[in-house]
């Protein structure tokens, strides 16, 4: 019973100051939003409210944060990050930023030629004419002659 009258968690005001932001920051999550800027207009519009009702949230925070809600499945990848030692959020979301661009990239060119398909025929070098239209460049670094019906005469 003595652990009823000491609360483990800060209490909220319930007067309506800082109960929405802070339902808001509870909730947040990383693995909620499709894209890192999305997540990242969503941090700082939740700090901002609580910074204006008076309560200071550090980088420490926002990192911590960030980190704890990855998804399950990205828990190395949380490691990961957490090793590198971000002492700025904004260092972290620009990593988490060129991360998602170099994975849509990726996504980009498996979409344009999946694994497992055939690679694409090589391509040749054409014969360049020229504009007058007498001669065409030979791979090897040669200039032949056409001749009227269209054969090369060497």
């Not at 391509?123 to 009227?148: E, K, M, Q, S």
Request: charge should be negative; include cysteine; hydrophobic fraction near 35%.
């Amino acid at each position: 019973m003595s652990n009823l009258s000491k609360p483990q968690f800060e209490a909220l005001d319930i007067s309506g100051k800082n109960y929405l932001a802070r339902y808001n920051w509870i909730h947040l999550r990383l693995q909620d939003f499709k894209t890192v800027t999305d997540y990242n207009s969503a941090m700082f519009q939740i700090t901002t409210q609580l910074e204006l009702c008076g309560e200071k949230i550090t980088d420490a925070d926002m990192l911590e944060k960030t980190f704890s809600t990855f998804h399950a499945s990205n828990v190395l990848l949380q490691q990961q990050y957490r090793e590198k030692g971000f002492t700025k959020y904004s260092q972290l979301i620009s990593c988490l930023l060129l991360a998602e661009q170099n994975n849509q990239l990726l996504m980009k060119n498996h979409e344009a030629r999946p694994t497992g398909a055939a690679p694409f025929p090589e391509v040749n070098v054409a014969p360049h004419r020229y504009d007058n239209g007498d001669f065409i460049d030979d791979p090897n670094g040669r200039i032949d002659h056409l001749t009227g019906d269209g054969n090369i005469k060497k």
